[in-house]
Nanobody, 122 residues
Framework: HVQLVESGGGSVQAGGSLKLSCSGP??????AGWFRQAPGKVREAVAA????????SYAHSVKGRFTISLDNAKTTLSLLMDNLESDDTAMYYC??????????????????WGQGTQVTVS
């Protein structure tokens, strides 16, 4: 049973930064990504990476502020979030996929999900 464990969430003032981490056997998958869900809203993609290469995808709302990265051992997926805004408040999840789909930011292609870590921006 594959487990993904997120950490690094917390509360921060607008304009601040946070770094999220997700630990797990990421090398077993084709893609890994970060998603978020705010109360009353649908889950949306934040950023994704192609585990076997260097392809990165970002949601328009976070491009230029967030950076996704994967360590060389492919066991930790990170999300550095700078210049945080109140609209970034949500539960953040990491997820992995073995889909061949080119839609890297489609939550529907991700099959393994972590439990989430809360990010609150005030």
């Amino acid at each position: 049973h594959v487990q993904l464990v997120e950490s690094g969430g917390g509360s921060v003032q607008a304009g601040g930064s946070l770094k999220l981490s997700c630990s797990g056997p990421l090398a077993s998958f084709r893609r890994a990504g970060w998603f978020r869900q705010a109360p009353g809203k649908v889950r949306e993609a934040v950023a994704a990476v192609y585990v076997g290469g260097s392809g990165y995808s970002y949601a328009h709302s976070v491009k230029g502020r967030f950076t996704i990265s994967l360590d060389n051992a492919k066991t930790t997926l990170s999300l550095l979030m700078d210049n945080l805004e109140s609209d970034d408040t949500a539960m953040y999840y990491c997820a992995t996929s073995n889909s061949w789909s080119m839609e890297a930011l489609d939550p529907g292609i991700y099959t393994v999900w972590g439990q989430g870590t809360q990010v609150t921006v005030s």
